[in-house]
């Protein structure tokens, strides 16, 4: 099919800051010129000169930079290039991104288990409640001392992890520390945030109800007789493309993992630390979150390499389970993380860190950088090596066709390739903070520009944030609720040319292959630890912007 005139010019489709860098990247044009119009007239505010032709390492096509930085006044406007035809309609104005900020952390809420979503708060996507979790099996991978298999135990709340009906505690890790990370870096902007939920009316910030919401449910997760955390609550197979209340299939806790008790711990140590600023609200509740961090990491401790093997599950017991693995034969990074974080919380010496792990961008299975992220907040001198993991990060950027620190390597184009642009940007805005170079700031911005419509697929990734966004997602409910337009505010995983999920792609060059198809788990899913640094990234930029 042949592309619309408007996906030849790709841009930020949400806008733009009027003191802050502003690109195009025009990919077909027989002018040199572009301009831009007011969107609701003719007044041309702003004529500029195309950059030079370059090339994508990847796909081979050729694109042209337009660069209107220099255009400061507010409005409404559209970008046009001879040949190439008229960009989506896009601001420039002061919190631009504040809606993003707030749709994405809404995110979370329409995530939610055990809760009906009341049209007060969901409007038109107004859901009856699902999975209430009461009634959960022990399954016989889990059985321990304490529970036998076959238990029933009782494990209500939380966010499903994605497109899928499960709960995954190794997901939850960094998803959780991000938005914490983000109350801890930003309090002032966080408080502003209100994203109209059941909550809304006591005295908590919505970031931190909406996090208490999966909180709650991970401490279910700890066996109270050894402390160890299981893996994840499933089913035993995928549901059907079927609402949340219509899924009642019987549900398990899965073997305890060190990754899941790790992961539990760090979250733990980091929330008893966020919400002791709320004696009043929540009594006790600090000092249970840190016992439960320091017992999950004695069962670590005790048992260092129990990883979750699937397959070896199967294998041994019944019934079979093929739901996510977030198996991860490493944790010496989840070690790591989970001393930081019970290290900057007690500051108890047993919790010193092994510091000698390289800076990574941080994954669901790559979380060093997490316990990096605790150390700098809490003081600790490693801002040299931040910088100089960063500027590898960076380097080429300028001469990247699109301009954005995303896309340098085509090891960027992983399953769920948005969170590596938004992990990116976070990344680039610690490095901003500690080090107070501005081009960081502008970097993380440029990897928001990637997300909301600068990217060789001419879409912005993020539902109801755009004129050209994700509408077929695999998601279940937004494929089974009767509603056209999908959930608002959730980060589709992105080009991903292992195409793990056997779709029709249009393109499998690394910075193309995604397809907005509901069958595309592989490119076109949506999952809490995409959405949580997508979360960080609009709200941390929107609140230095006001500085
Ligand atoms: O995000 C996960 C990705 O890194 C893995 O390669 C992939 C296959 O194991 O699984 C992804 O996570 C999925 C999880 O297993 C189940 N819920 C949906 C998640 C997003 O696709």
């Not at 959780?176 to 109350?183: E, F, N, R």
């Not at 955390?229 to 089913?235: C, D, G, I, M, Q």
């Not at 990074?333 to 860190?353: C, G, H, R």
């Not at 040319?497 to 069958?519: F, H, I, L």
């Amino acid at each position: 099919k042949a592309q619309s005139p408007v996906d030849n010019i790709r841009l930020n489709q949400a806008g733009f800051y009027p003191a802050a860098p502003k690109m195009a990247v025009v990919t077909a044009s027989e002018d040199d010129r572009f301009i831009i119009r007011k969107a609701d007239g003719k007044t041309v505010v702003f004529s500029g000169t195309l950059g030079a032709v370059q090339r994508s390492p990847y796909s081979g096509k050729e694109s042209r930079m337009a660069d209107f930085s220099a255009l400061r006044d507010t409005g409404r406007f559209v970008l046009e290039v001879t040949g190439a035809g008229r960009s989506h309609v896009f601001s420039i104005r002061p919190a631009v991104h504040d809606a993003l900020a707030k749709a994405a952390l809404k995110g979370f809420y329409y995530q939610r288990t055990l809760i009906p979503l009341n049209a007060a708060y969901a409007g038109r996507w107004s859901r009856a409640a699902g999975h209430p979790d009461t009634a959960v099996l022990v399954h016989p991978s889990a059985a321990g001392p304490g529970r036998v298999a076959g238990a029933v135990i009782s494990s209500p709340g939380g966010w499903y992890d994605a497109g899928d009906y499960n709960k995954y505690i190794v997901n939850c890790g960094i998803t959780m520390a991000t938005l914490l990370s983000l109350y801890e870096d930003y309090p002032a902007y966080c408080r502003t945030m209100g994203t109209n939920i059941p909550e809304s009316g006591n005295t908590l910030p919505d970031l931190l109800d909406e996090i208490l919401f999966n909180l709650r449910w991970m401490l279910t997760m700890q066996d109270p007789a050894d402390g160890g955390v299981y893996h994840k609550l499933t089913n035993p197979a995928f549901d059907g493309m079927i609402m949340p209340h219509e899924a009642v299939k019987t549900r398990y806790v899965v073997q305890k993992s060190t990754a899941a008790a790790l992961d539990f711990a760090a979250v733990m140590a980091q929330a008893a630390r966020v919400l002791k600023a709320f004696p009043r609200e929540l009594p006790g509740l600090p000092d249970s979150c840190l016992k439960a961090a320091e017992t999950a990491w004695q069962w670590a401790q005790q048992n260092p390499v129990v990883y979750y093997d699937q397959q070896a599950i199967n294998n041994r017991f019944d019934p079979d389970i093929s739901t996510g693995a977030y198996g991860d034969r490493n944790v010496r990074d989840e070690f790591m993380w989970a001393a930081s974080e019970l290290f900057v919380t007690t500051q108890k010496n047993i919790y010193q860190p092994d510091l000698q792990l390289p800076m990574q961008l941080p994954s669901w299975s790559q979380v060093s950088m997490l316990g990096y992220y605790s150390l700098l907040r809490a003081g600790h001198p490693l801002q040299a090596q931040l910088e100089k993991w960063v500027e590898t990060m960076a380097a080429g950027v300028e001469t990247q066709p699109y301009h954005t620190v995303m896309g340098g390597t085509a090891r960027d184009f992983v399953w769920g390739s948005s969170a590596v642009a938004a992990n990116q940007g976070i990344a680039l805005l610690y490095a901003y903070r500690f080090t107070g170079k501005k081009i960081y700031l502008r970097h993380a911005l440029g990897n928001l520009d990637y997300l909301l419509g600068r990217n060789a697929t001419g879409y912005s990734f993020v539902t109801g944030i755009g004129g050209k966004t994700p509408m077929h997602l695999h998601h279940r409910p937004s494929i089974a609720d009767g509603v056209a337009a999908p959930v608002p505010g959730l980060l589709a995983g992105g080009p991903n040319p292992g195409r793990q999920d056997g779709c029709k792609y249009p393109s499998t060059a690394a910075d193309e292959a995604y397809v907005d198809d509901d069958c595309s788990y592989a490119s076109n899913e949506i999952a809490i630890n995409w959405n949580a640094p997508l979360v960080y990234l609009a709200a941390a930029i929107e609140a230095l912007q006001e500085e």
